[in-house]
T-cell receptor, first 113, second 110 residues
Framework: DAMVIQNPRYQVTQFGKPVTLSCSQTLNHNVMYWYQQKSSQAPKLLFHYYDKDFNNEADTPDNFQSRRPNTSFCFLDIRSPGLGDAAMYLC????????????FGPGTRLTVT | GQSLEQPSEVTAVEGAIVQINCTYQTSGFYGLSWYQQHDGGAPTFLSY????GLEETGRFSSFLSRSDSYGYLLLQELQMKDSASYFC???????????FGQGTELSVKP
């Protein structure tokens, strides 16, 4: 089945220790997104790509970076995680540039100790 | 600023009908999407309205009134498995971004 895969599902890192979350998709979608979702809150867009065109939300902290080496893969790097970065990180894809219908991966729950 | 408002919680019984409203105030508007998210799970797409009117997909329907900056999700013949959070999301520009509301937690009781 075509899908969006995120690894790992659970990640524990130490305060200040860099961490990378990964996302892959077999849907061959042009658009990919990274969201941060904290408990009982709405998903908050961090970045999105249309092909290799990178779009950074104005309020995404500099501590967060992203890479998309090819259509199938996308990475979220957190350079120096703080306690406030503990959250669920969701990757999503869309076949169309309008992004109205997005397919989400299962998420990576990040814990910062 | 951009804002979407939806009720934080709704409770209903199995077999009933429930309507979850969403009002929005955004700088632009191209369409309204609805997503379902079970506890601990990923959001899943339910519907998208770009034009005024009602869209029906099985037990779920979604309505949009652009002039009123308002939409709703209607769930019929409620089942226990419908207990989840429901998010409305506005596409506010021609790009591929969605602005999500805070979500409505639906509890379906026997």
């Amino acid at each position: 089945d075509a899908m969006v895969i995120q690894n790992p599902r659970y990640q524990v890192t130490q305060f200040g220790k860099p961490v990378t979350l990964s996302c892959s998709q077999t849907l061959n979608h042009n658009v990919m997104y990274w969201y941060q979702q904290k408990s009982s809150q709405a998903p908050k867009l961090l970045f999105h790509y249309y092909d290799k065109d990178f779009n950074n939300e104005a309020d995404t902290p500099d501590n967060f970076q992203s890479r998309r080496p090819n259509t199938s893969f996308c990475f979220l790097d957190i350079r120096s995680p703080g306690l406030g970065d503990a959250a669920m990180y969701l990757c999503a894809t869309s076949s169309s540039r309008d992004g109205a219908e997005q397919y989400f991966g299962p998420g990576t729950r990040l814990t910062v100790t | 600023g951009q804002s979407l408002e939806q009720p934080s919680e709704v409770t209903a019984v199995e077999g009933a009908i429930v309507q979850i409203n969403c009002t929005y105030q955004t700088s632009g508007f191209y369409g309204l999407s609805w997503y379902q998210q079970h506890d601990g799970g990923a959001p899943t797409f339910l519907s998208y309205n770009a034009l005024d009117g009602l869209e029906e997909t099985g037990r779920f329907s979604s309505f949009l009134s652009r002039s009123d900056s308002y939409g709703y999700l209607l769930l019929q013949e409620l089942q226990m498995k419908d207990s989840a959070s429901y998010f409305c999301a506005v596409r506010d520009d021609q790009g591929g971004k969605l602005i999500f509301g805070q979500g409505t937690e639906l509890s379906v009781k026997p």
